[in-house]
């Protein structure tokens, strides 16, 4: 059988080899506990680990202490040349970079090895935008799909209305509960990445199609419901697989639109808005960024549409 890819270790296969597995589970209660991560976040982490450990065990390294800053080096390298994009190599340094930190800091390690560990930059690209428009239309087939009274068409257009208003994240969106959102007020209480709250704004079409859900709501609500605000046809809450299908089945009618994910709703919404004037600080609180650089991606966004636009139109391009 041939060996995995070192950027594909199997995560349900055989225990580590050379970092010690209950070090391993330690670290993930360190980030779930006191870092307050998200499972999906520390599975990410684990299987980072796994990665490592499968890299280390290849080439040979004994255990733990003998993992030097060479080695470390050697797996990020072997991720480059198996393919793997830029962000997922940042995030595998940082995860072992705060792995070994941690160990050294409970004491079981004597030195760390990732000191000096740079990572490659992220890539400087984001996935599919719409144009205003192209989100426009999009709205409009939503709002025409919900006029066959179907509750989760109308329940479809509630969350895609929400999602491109609030430019929230998906897994922000599920987390909803029917109490989360003020539509007196026109927003909803979000928890963001580390347990953080904010809140977000949403405009007037995000307002009549959450009140058109809430009103049919009861129709698809059981008891295994509890608070959520958004649910699937057997009343459980939503989950983000289901918000993935109802934002495809809709694109597939819209001619010329980029390939698209709930994400690329967040990333339309910052953009646009952007575009419309907002300044950056506002943009980054509103879609929960912890630093700014993280939202100056989008302005390269702009300023590309910008130079496009000028090559088309100004006579002198």
Do not use: C
């Not at 007020?185 to 009140?211: C, H, M, S, W, Y």
């Not at 939503?238 to 639109?257: E, G, K, T, Y």
């Not at 390939?259 to 808005?273: F, K, M, Q, Y």
Request: net charge positive; no cysteine.
């Amino acid at each position: 059988m041939p060996s995995r890819s070192p950027d594909r270790p199997d995560p349900s296969g055989p225990g580590l080899r050379v970092l010690p597995e209950g070090l391993a589970e330690a670290f993930a209660e360190h980030l779930r506990v006191e870092k307050g991560r998200s499972a999906h976040t520390v599975r990410a982490y684990l299987g980072d680990l796994r990665s490592l450990d499968h890299h280390l065990a290849e080439t040979g390294v004994g255990g733990l202490p003998d993992v030097r800053l060479a080695d470390l080096r050697g797996w990020l390298g072997s991720l480059g040349d198996a393919g793997t994009s830029r962000s997922t190599i940042s995030r595998r340094a940082a995860a072992a970079k705060g792995f070994f930190r941690w160990a050294v800091r409970t004491r079981h390690l004597a030195a760390d090895p990732s000191l000096r560990l740079v990572a490659p930059g992220k890539d400087k690209h984001l996935p599919g935008v719409l144009r205003s428009g192209q989100a426009g239309d999009l709205m409009d087939l939503a709002a025409v799909a919900s006029d066959d009274e179907d509750p989760i068409h109308v329940r479809n257009r509630a969350m895609l209305e929400l999602l491109y208003a609030s430019g929230m994240r998906v897994g922000e969106l599920t987390g909803l509960d029917v109490d989360d959102v003020d539509l007196e007020q026109a927003t909803a209480r979000v928890l963001g990445k580390g347990d953080k709250e904010r809140i977000v704004p949403f405009g007037t079409p995000a307002t009549e199609a959450l009140l058109a859900w809430l009103s049919v709501r009861p129709q698809v609500a059981t008891h295994e419901s509890g608070p959520a605000l958004f649910l699937g046809r057997r009343g459980r809450r939503v989950d983000q697989r289901q918000v993935r299908s109802s934002l495809q089945a809709l694109l597939r009618h819209l001619p010329d639109v980029p390939p698209l994910s709930p994400h690329g709703l967040r990333h339309s919404a910052a953009t646009h808005l952007l575009e419309g004037g907002a300044d950056l600080r506002t943009v980054q609180e509103l879609l929960g960024h912890a630093s700014l650089a993280t939202t100056q991606i989008y302005t390269h966004v702009s300023v590309d549409r910008l130079r496009t636009a000028y090559q088309q139109a100004h006579p002198r391009a």
